[in-house]
């Protein structure tokens, strides 16, 4: 399947005839290299910003598609899974500190994480 024929189409009616499907130019713009197109969009290191079950599925998810996970735990959390889920964990402190997102995104650039998944709940807000 060629690059062209994965892109989003748009159909003219020609009399009773459908017209060749042609790729949008948006399409076009969007996917090209030089707009930073599908070569580039793939993430191979994020931080999960969050605890408990949520931060396992994602972490779970994320290395099933080679991508490498960081986490970040507080004390009370110190033996939980979640924290112990990935060579990459970094422990905040107290409890609060999921709430600190200026620490967060320094953790995430020094680990050179680049995306953040935040989750759900009171981190993701």
């Known amino acids: 399947m060629s690059f ?22 948006a399409a076009i713009r969007a996917n090209s290299s030089l707009s930073g197109g599908p070569e580039n969009k793939a993430l191979n290191s994020i931080l999960i910003a969050n605890r408990g079950e949520i931060a396992l599925r994602v972490g779970r998810t994320a290395s099933q598609h080679g991508i490498r996970v960081t986490t970040l735990y507080t004390d009370p959390d110190s033996r939980a899974q979640h924290a112990l889920s990935s060579p990459f964990s970094f422990n905040l402190g107290e409890t609060s500190a999921y709430l600190d997102g200026d620490r967060i995104i320094e953790i995430a650039k020094k680990e050179g994480c680049q995306g953040i998944h935040p989750g759900y709940g009171f981190v993701s807000n």
Do not use: F, N
């Not at 989003?8 to 009399?15: A, F, I, N, Q, V």
């Open 4 to 25: 062209i024929s994965r892109l989003p189409t748009t159909t003219s009616r020609l009399g009773s005839r459908a017209a060749v499907l042609k790729p949008t130019a």
